[in-house]
């Protein structure tokens, strides 16, 4: 399973764009990007997953370059309720060892 | 659907007791994996399973058994409770993800199981 490389924390202000960048240099042929979010006190949800080029939905946007050795989570105008910690897993399909890393925290202030 | 359901939510334990953490799921989920949480820290996966009588180790599994007998089910037992065993467990199920479908291979938490061993 690819070893993934977060910031440890970032802080931002209510309205900005937040990226989070992820590093994985060793990420396979079939590895799947994902990103998770987790509150204080839950479990972690399922944010977005791409495989290359960009996604988007509803929640983010998640762009990864042509080498696939890195991934960025875009959170558009981020608001106080998007204070969470940030993991974010690679894997490939059918792959069932699925190990977090220590996740990025961001803080977002009024 | 009720999703993922851990019990019990919290639960204090002595050194050298034995417990047993439920996990049930409901969706039909093939994949299921049990992690551990430290104060601040990320999830650390003790063990997973793929399928009804197969389970496999993860990253941390001194200290732990778990079993696999239903697709529904996969309960986590401590043997014998230390301290370092003090954490949130999390039970988390999922589909795999597969090349002719679509699913993501999203995993599905529960709300937690916080045990302490004093």
């Known amino acids: 399973l690819a070893k993934t490389t977060q910031p440890i924390s970032m802080d931002s202000y209510e309205g900005q764009e937040v990226n989070i960048t992820c590093s994985h240099n060793?990420?396979?042929?079939?590895?799947?990007i994902t990103w998770y979010q987790q509150f204080p006190s839950q479990g972690p949800r399922f944010i977005i997953q791409?495989?290359?080029t960009k996604v988007t939905n509803e929640v983010a946007s998640l762009f990864i370059p042509a080498d696939r050795k890195s991934s960025t989570l875009s959170l558009p105008r981020v608001s106080l309720s998007d204070t969470a910690v940030y993991y974010c897993?690679?894997?490939?399909?059918?792959?069932?060892?699925?190990?977090f890393g220590a996740g990025t925290r961001l803080t977002v202030k009024p | 659907n009720a999703g993922v359901t851990q019990t019990p939510k919290f639960r204090i334990l002595k050194i050298g007791q034995s417990m047993t953490l439920q996990c049930t799921q409901d969706?039909?989920?093939?994949?299921m994996y049990w992690y551990r949480q430290d104060p601040g820290m990320g999830l650390k996966l003790i063990y997973y399973?793929?399928?009804?009588?197969?389970?496999d180790k993860g990253e941390v599994p001194n200290g732990y058994n778990v079993s696999r007998s239903t697709t529904e089910d996969f309960p986590l037992r401590l043997e014998l409770a230390a301290p370092s065993q003090t954490s949130v467990y999390f039970c988390?199920?999922?589909?795999?993800?597969?090349?002719?479908?679509?699913?993501?291979?999203?995993?599905?938490f529960g709300e937690g199981s916080r045990l302490t061993v004093l």
């Open positions: 988390a199920s999922s589909y795999s993800i597969s090349a002719t479908n679509a699913n993501t291979g999203e995993l599905f």
């Open positions: 060793n990420i396979a042929t079939n590895d799947y």
């Open positions: 791409g495989y290359k």
């Open positions: 897993l690679v894997g490939f399909y059918n792959n069932n060892d699925m190990r």
């Open positions: 969706m039909n989920h093939n994949y």
């Open positions: 399973s793929v399928g009804a009588g197969i389970t």
